[in-house]
């Protein structure tokens, strides 16, 4: 499968990116990013250029989903950013701490495990990571070697997520897990994570992906568009609350919700 396809297509998932939406630029456009990339491997535009389009993603996936012919141009993407761009500072895999059943994979400064220990009456593990487990490096060669880590630091233990960045690492590792509201089922859920696929006004707001880091103004954009398009604003995904709030919405998740409960 090439970009060939999708960069001779008349730009009809244009409407279903949220980047494209969010920070109205034409050049965020799925179809345009294809043909730029069909250039690119043609040697026609310069490396710098076809960086620039490979980054304006948040590999949703969204365009995947409204294509008719259903072309994978996410994986395409990710594909080519592993040889395009470099790859992203990669933190060291921290140590679990603590003991129980249970881990709780810490993705901010709010205290997870310690929250969930006192909802579950339970000992819980914490495990901290500032990088989602390194979700941004899943395409890069060698990062197999990671996930047999993370495989065998988790072991048999019961995981337990309030990030989807961190949830698709361990769907690539085989690693089962449940959402923070699916344990405390009286949580709310809010929107679903880009990243695994659920309810949401628009299919990403521009934390996910390589976007935030390399087109902070565009990723902004998109998530304020968000903003204005949510009635509710509760979300599934930490890295979707971070970021909305930086955007300037009052964004909360279901970890919010359980420590407001279990640590008055």
């Not at 609350?241 to 964004?251: D, E, I, K, P």
Request: glycine content about 10%.
């Amino acid at each position: 499968m090439s970009f060939t396809t999708c960069a001779l297509c008349p730009r009809l998932c244009r409407s279903a990116c949220p980047v494209a939406t969010g920070s109205g630029r034409e050049a965020a456009v799925p179809a345009v990013i294809a043909g730029t990339m069909l250039d690119a491997e043609r040697g026609n535009v310069p490396a710098a250029l076809a960086r620039e389009a490979l980054t304006l993603c948040t590999d949703c996936g969204a365009c995947q989903e409204h294509c008719h012919l259903h072309v994978p141009l996410p994986q395409l993407l990710r594909e080519a950013r592993a040889e395009r761009v470099p790859r992203p500072a990669l933190e060291p895999l921290q140590p679990i701490h603590g003991t129980g059943d249970w881990i709780a994979i810490e993705s901010d400064d709010r205290p997870f495990a310690e929250a969930l220990s006192k909802a579950l009456g339970k000992d819980v593990r914490k495990w901290r990571t500032s990088d989602h487990l390194g979700v941004e490096t899943l395409a890069y060669p060698g990062f197999e070697e990671r996930l047999e880590r993370i495989r065998g630091r988790i072991g048999n233990g019961r995981v337990v997520v309030v990030s989807g960045g961190v949830a698709r690492v361990l769907e690539k590792a085989g690693v089962g897990y449940q959402w923070l509201h699916e344990v405390v089922r009286d949580l709310p859920g809010g929107d679903g994570s880009c990243a695994l696929g659920g309810n949401r006004p628009l299919a990403c707001c521009g934390a996910a992906g390589p976007l935030a880091a390399f087109h902070p103004d565009d990723a902004e954009r998109t998530g304020r568009v968000w903003l204005d398009r949510s009635e509710e604003w509760v979300v599934r995904d930490a890295r979707c609350r971070s970021h909305l709030n930086r955007c300037g919405g009052t964004v909360q998740d279901p970890l919010d919700a359980l420590i407001a409960r279990v640590m008055p």
